[in-house]
């Protein structure tokens, strides 16, 4: 649809009415605002509470379930606006054009912007506010960015739906602290100091070695059955993990040790040198050691992306995709689809097993809680929402979901319109479920869905509509 | 006369049962090195079956399938590995050297790779989401696997690598050329109109370098003129390649014009053996076609032998 200059609706095939249909809409708005308050009846509208004898109480909450029954009215009212009316101006005049240039240099601008990131943050917010915007924005939303790209070798490459990838993030996580742990301190406690460059590397292959092993008996399944078994694996490395208490200290956890810088302490209680007395930084330990953080893991997630683009020009890479498109071709070309399969098991593991060596790193601490089926669940949902195969579109959907999980909870300013009992963190899976639905009815195949070819005929070859691009089934 | 002089696929009692269901009966025939073979029959004859087992995607029942890349098949040749329990014999045991194959044993992607066995299928099996030109690259994987050092080198950019995937690029372009469709190399394989996918699924085929071309109903669905472009297609690649063709085809028009050898399968058996013209005046491949009358039947089964 658009709007000539008079501001006449003009929509495609019907002929334009005169007017806005203004019972209609009242109508339907009217009906949208009935069911919330249906909805909200039983959900909203009372709170359970135990007052100062313990006993529960119920309390009703009627300006809540006015404020949603009126917000949904005038939220439907609006939407009915827009869409006969088209947009207000604003919009085409300072609508931005993607051109194939900009598309580009998207990457390189997003590069850059992740680099300065840190310091940006630390000049915004200072040493006190810095520290949570570098860890628990930056260095999160890095984690997650890493584990998509490496699922996304797995679902959006080789078309193997895997539900249990957090199992490889736990086998790195573990491996490094057991080794960083007790291994390394009982044989050769010299090299302590560099525990995690050292564990960095046996992680990825023991993830790798899982990956096979997983790969394995479900090698003849598909589709859902497929999607079981993985899931099934991701609980049994958890269960494992939580019953063998004797290796794994159940759910206690085990405590590791601190990253250092290459050996540099980054904070020490007991005087050593530490890595801003030598580089005669200026700040807190704590800024130092995030910023450390947020390098080690942009580099470790710029590793997975720039493997993964290498993989895709190259014969391995084509076998997936190809796999996903057709298995039976596959094979009727000479394609070994078996060792096909398990490689991108492994490979997609494998970083799954160096986010995870990060992970104990950066924590200090792994115990089973952090490698729960919700987190291989997120991990796949920022997969889908990206955009299957696109390094691009993950990237974005893991900052929109990591972040906007995260920045749910910065929603206080509610209080003021609340009352100080509301808790706004209550509702952050609610408006995150939400956005999901909105996303995949605006983009059903995520943010970017179309599929850049690895070869061109003629240097400049455009992306395949999604429309043809098959999104796998084994 | 070529399938008895100098036979490339020698099938001798290929039987193939599904439960109960026989498909297949003790089919024996061979294909001849550089003829084109068509294999004919009406519908549910065993000829996508008779398919499927050549290239590895059944197992059959029972039956030897011996292809010789060398030279002729030779019976006691094939007895000598047969009874060795391998699966194969070639030079140096190198991957598309010449040698003799028991397709019987080998599993699908083994003949596509060793064997050199292609195929298309009866529903086209393109990469959908992949561009033309990837198509044909993709189906160049196992020299491309080899050069890029399994992946190893080429994820370091070895100039080996770049060099095999120049080659790669050159075969694509003479397929892409001869299937005009280079024009539309960068466009998606699903995008394709019926006709081009077809001919598309050939080309991706024949960037194997097969020793042997199964095309399976490759003339479905196309009009006449795309037909008569598909002979000239399967003709150049008789005529130009060291590829032999089996085919398997409803259209006459295509089976008459273009092949040296036909054999002709109804119920799983087969009825006829021979050159075009032979088999076009059996009386057995006529009653099977056309059907008879009522009253002629005694007098066919009379002349038939039955």
Known sequence: MDTTDGGTPVSDGALPSPRFPIEDALRSAGLWALVTLGLCFPIVAFETLQDFSNRLTIEARPLLVLFAVAAVFAGRLGWLAVRYHGLPQLLPATRFELTPERKKQLPRIGLAALLIFPFFALLLTGQGGAVKWIDNFGVQILIYVMLAWGLNIVVGLAGLLDLGYVAFYAVGAYAYALIATYVIPATVPGLGPWAFWICLPIAGILAAFWGILLGFPVLRLRGDYLAIVTLAFGEIIRLVLINWVEVTNGNAGIRTPYITFFGLPFSSRTGETTFGDVFALPGSPAVHRSMFLYYTILALALLVAVATQRLRRLPIGRAWEAMREDEIACRSLGINTVNTKLTAFAIGAMFGGLAGAFFGARQGFVNPRSFEFMESATILAIVVLGGMGSLVGVAIAAVAVIGGIELLRELSFLKQIFGPEFDPGQYRMLIFGLAMVLMMIWRPRGLVGARQPTIALDGNAKAISASHVKEGHG | ?306
């Open chain 2, 1 to 306: 006369m070529r399938w008895v002089r100098d036979p490339l696929l020698v099938v001798e009692g290929l039987t193939m049962r599904f439960g109960g269901l026989t498909a297949v009966r003790d089919l024996s025939f061979s294909v001849g090195r550089g003829d084109i073979t068509a294999l004919i029959g009406p519908n549910g004859a065993g000829k996508t079956t008779v398919f499927n087992c050549i290239t590895g995607f059944y197992k059959p029942t029972s039956g030897l399938m011996a292809l010789s890349t060398g030279g002729p098949v030779r019976l006691d040749e094939v007895a000598a590995l047969a009874s060795t329990g391998h699966r194969y014999k070639c030079v140096d045991d190198q991957i598309g050297a010449d040698g003799v194959f028991l397709l019987e044993r080998m599993p699908d992607f083994e003949i596509a790779r060793r064997a050199r066995v292609a195929r298309t299928f009866q529903n086209i099996r393109l990469f959908s989401g992949m561009t033309v030109l990837e198509n044909l690259i993709v189906a160049q994987h196992t020299p491309l696997m080899r050069a890029s050092g399994w992946t190893i080198k080429g994820l370091f950019g070895a100039p080996q690598y770049r060099q095999a995937e120049a080659a790669a690029m050159k075969r694509a372009r003479y397929w892409l050329e001869h299937i005009e469709l280079t024009h539309r190399a960068d466009d998606a394989a699903g995008s394709l109109p019926y006709g081009d996918q077809r001919r598309l699924e050939i080309a991706r085929a024949m960037c194997t370098d097969p020793v042997l071309l199964c095309l399976d109903e490759p003339a479905a669905g196309l009009n006449p003129r795309e037909s008569l472009e598909l002979n000239t297609l399967l003709r150049t690649i008789r005529d130009h390649h060291a590829t032999s063709i089996l085919l398997i085809e409803h259209d006459m028009s295509v089976v008459m014009e273009i092949s040296d050898h036909v054999v002709v399968l109804e119920y799983g058996l087969r009825i006829s053996d021979g050159t075009p013209e032979s088999v076009r005046n059996d009386p057995k491949v006529i009653a099977a076609y056309l059907g008879v009358d009522d009253d002629e039947v005694a007098q066919v089964e009379a002349e038939v032998g039955l």
